[in-house]
């Protein structure tokens, strides 16, 4: 049996929708779905913050799961939906009580904060203080402005 073994400089076509709009790339099989929203696709919400998965910036939710798009290769996406913190249009409650929490801070961290807690409440509509700061672990600020995000995160699970 013979396995096709792709060369690094060849590509393959990946097809995402993004935020509802499909889209097409052709990308070597290492490409992390990250540098495929950023670079090949000028989705810029996810932030490439640590090349590490530690930080969580990049955080986006991949057919209804919330990953860090870092740790994901652009061909494990094909054929699915990703959605960015641009999916929230804006008025989003998460996004109103970041804005009126004062949890914004720089801004870095806030669309993969943002897509962390919109999954958060969507898995636990009314989660408690400990729930929050649990779910938040895996998303650094550095700004250290954590009590405002958990404020906001409790403020839109209860609006």
Known sequence: MTTAVQEPHETSPVTVTVDGQAR???????????HLLREDLGVTGPHV???TSQ???CTVVLDGVAVK???????????GEVETA?????????QQAFHARHALQCGFCTPGMLMSCRALLEEHPSPSEAQVRSWLKGNLCRCTGYQHIVDAVL?????
């Open 49 to 51: 913050g640590c090349d």
């Open 24 to 34: 097409t790339a052709a990308v070597p099989p290492r490409r992390l779905l990250v």
């Open 155 to 159: 403020e839109a699970a209860d609006g």
């Open 55 to 57: 930080c969580g910036a």
């Open 86 to 94: 641009a999916s929230l249009g804006g008025d989003h409650p998460l």
């Open 69 to 79: 798009s870092c740790t994901v290769l652009a061909v494990q996406a094909d054929g």
